[in-house]
């Protein structure tokens, strides 16, 4: 406090300096419009220019949150639109009675990419959703943009995805309006470029054609935008065209995916598994010839157990009409 006090007095001119130059500006800017308007327009500026900053430092706060609606909603817009987009799909195909088919409904959980790879060959995402929330391996990833990739891995709280931009990643896809189907594959390189392949040489390509997915697996339904094609190349055997395309998914500023968790069919997946496995047809061809054996054995067990006591009917009836003689 002494300290304090020797100060002042040590420097009480600069103080009085100090109290004479507000009064001064005080009476000043009171009684002199031009000064007075200057004031306030300089005091405008600064506090605005204060409000911008601390404006700009709040929305960045809040730009997470912001991320997350506009995820939210552009997911239920995408559904929207997919939805009418299958229901014109079945009005143009039922042009008599103009019944529209149910939709085909998928529900997802919305997730945060918590680490991502771009340009390894095998490059991987990891996401803050997982067995927990409902996630399973082989299910849909995919963003507002288009389609992400296909879940890899899970654990109770994570999920490890397996993105287009992955050596090992293969999309079954087709072109929009186009009945042309082929696969998304990657090579190592750009993290925004995937090429296509299997294109028959007679399917009507174009630039800026939309590929999509084409719904032949049970992990992406129908109808989700993958890229744009941008050149149009022919396969080294010449045999089909090599595509060139545009990924709408911007990977290096991938922050909100969605994972689609209801579209993937049980049993339509045990189905084809059992169609592939030449081991499964034998036990289920040998499995239908013991059922048919069982049921022969059974039907030929029936008709002589009929047979005996039709027989055991007729002797009985024999008997009794030969004491009734008697």
């Known amino acids: 406090m ?4 020797n100060f002042i007095i040590h420097n009480k001119h600069w103080f009085v300096f100090l109290l004479l130059e507000v009064i001064s500006l005080v009476f000043l800017f009171s009684h002199n419009g031009y ?3 200057v004031y306030f327009t300089t005091a405008n500026d600064v506090v605005g220019s204060t409000y911008n900053v601390i404006s700009g430092i709040t929305s960045y706060l809040h730009l997470q ?8 909603t552009n997911e239920q817009l995408r559904k929207e639109v997919y939805e009418m987009r299958q229901q014109l799909k079945a009005m143009q ?10 939709p085909l409904k998928y529900d997802v959980v919305s997730a945060q990419v918590v680490n991502m790879t771009l ?3 095998n490059n991987l995402i990891t996401i803050n959703k997982g067995e927990a929330d409902g996630i399973r391996p082989e299910m849909g990833v ?12 899970t654990s109770s709280h ?3 995805v397996m993105p287009l931009l992955n050596v090992n990643s293969k999309i079954s896809c087709r072109l929009r309006n186009s009945e042309y189907f082929g696969s998304l594959i ?3 390189g750009n993290a925004d470029i995937a090429y296509v392949t299997s294109v028959p040489r007679h399917a009507p390509v174009q630039k800026k054609d939309i590929v999509e997915t084409n719904g032949y697996s049970d992990i992406f339904p129908p109808g989700l935008p993958i890229g744009v094609v941008q050149k149009i190349g022919d396969s080294p055997d010449g045999m089909s065209y090599f595509l060139r395309v545009k990924l709408f998914a911007n990977f290096s500023t991938l922050r909100e995916v969605s994972v689609i968790t209801n579209y993937s069919s049980p049993e339509r997946r045990m189905l084809e598994d059992l169609a592939e496995s030449p081991v499964k047809q034998d036990s289920v061809l040998i499995s239908q010839e013991k059922q048919k054996q069982a049921e022969l054995e059974k039907a030929e067990k029936m008709k002589a157990e009929k047979e005996k006591a039709e027989k055991e009917k007729v002797e009985i009836e024999n008997i009794a009409n030969t004491d009734t003689v008697r």
């Open 2 to 5: 002494r300290a304090l006090i």
């Open 186 to 188: 990657w090579q190592r």
């Open 158 to 160: 994570y999920s490890i």
């Open 93 to 102: 195909q039922d042009s008599v009675k103009r019944l529209p088919a149910l």
């Open 35 to 37: 000064q007075k308007s």
């Open 119 to 121: 340009h390894k060959a």
């Open 142 to 153: 995919v963003c507002s943009r288009g389609v992400v990739g296909i879940v890899y891995m």
């Open 65 to 72: 949150e912001e991320n997350h609606d506009l995820e939210a």
